[in-house]
Structures are given as structure tokens and as C-alpha cells.
């Protein structure tokens, strides 16, 4: 007999509906948010190398951290808003010329133009084709503590327990998709 007032209690006061108003307003932009918010951690054929080269920051030459973007996944990338975030100063030194970004605590990266400076904020990369841009860090990097730098750079795996390094983040449109990348260094 309980089973059937209950039954008849959420008949009469429209319980379908209720379960409905409650999907739409705090479900669905849940969903949303979480939706717009989702970073990959790469983007299949779109490969990263590190090198140590030489550039100029605010018509100063100084050391820089080099990141190649070579394209092989056979579409038309449209690269921006590169940032280096969460530096680890224990493994990593940045140069106090970088542009830091106060509110963001991240260091925002320049591709290189024609005249070997950092001054593009983004590129469009062609199937196979490199650009670079780069991080200047400290002059202490030169010789063999550059070579260790590399090495640990190209040999480390992010993993569950946080950045070695530093996050690189960027936004790009690959043919049609678009994706916004963290990667933990």
C-alpha cells in the first residue's frame, strides 16, 4: 500500500518534469563547461624537438630553448597562443628578459620570423614543413649543462605525479578540429 502513494505522489506532482528541469539547468552546463574546457595532451603527427640556439627577446640576443613544430599529419595547422606555464625553477632557469605573464604565472613563446627574432604570435604550418619557437633561459646553459638539458628534455615522460619542467600550452586548428594542448615536460 506505501508503494502505491508513492507511485500516485509522483504522479500528482509531476515528477518527469522536475527530473527534467534539473537536467537542463545544472546537468547540461556541467556538461558544457566541462566539454570547452578539455585539453589534449598531443595532437597525432604534430611533432616537438628541444634545441638550444641563440635569438634575439626586445633586440637582445641571449639563449634560447628551442621547440620545433614539425607538421606530418597532412592538413593545413593553424598554431597560437603558445605559452610555457608551471616552471619548475629547481630544473629550469628562465632568462629575467622572458615575457612573464603575472596573472597566468606563464611565460608567453614568440615564433621565429625571417630575421631569426621571436616576434610572431602565431604560424600556419604547411604538411611538412618546421617552425620554431623558444624560451630564453639562463646563459649557464651554454656547453655541456645545455647537452644534460636536452637530454633529460627528450628522454622525460609526463607523468601522474606533475611537471619535471614546465606545462607547454597551445591552441591548434588542424584542418577542421581545434585543440587546446597541455603537455607536461
Known sequence: MKNLNWIRFLRDNDLP???????TIIIWPLLLVFWANMTYRSIPGLEITFNLGKGTAES???????????NNTGKVV?????R?????????DVNEKAKLD???????????????????RYIILQTNETK??????????????????LRDLKS???????????NLEYTALVGDKKYKVKFKY
Open 60 to 70: 637582445i640576443n641571449c639563449l634560447y630553448l628551442d621547440m620545433v613544430f614539425c
Open 132 to 149: 620554431e619557437t623558444g624560451l630564453p633561459i639562463s646563459d649557464k646553459y651554454i656547453g655541456s649543462l645545455g647537452s644534460i638539458l
Open 156 to 166: 622525460h615522460r609526463s607523468g601522474f605525479w606533475g611537471t619535471k619542467f614546465f
Open 84 to 92: 610555457v606555464a608551471n616552471i619548475n625553477t629547481k630544473n629550469i
Open 78 to 82: 593553424y598554431l597560437t597562443d603558445c
Open 17 to 23: 518534469n522536475w527530473v527534467a528541469f534539473t537536467a
Open 102 to 120: 603575472i596573472v597566468s604565472h606563464s611565460y608567453e613563446l614568440r615564433f621565429v620570423d625571417e630575421n631569426k627574432s621571436y616576434t610572431q
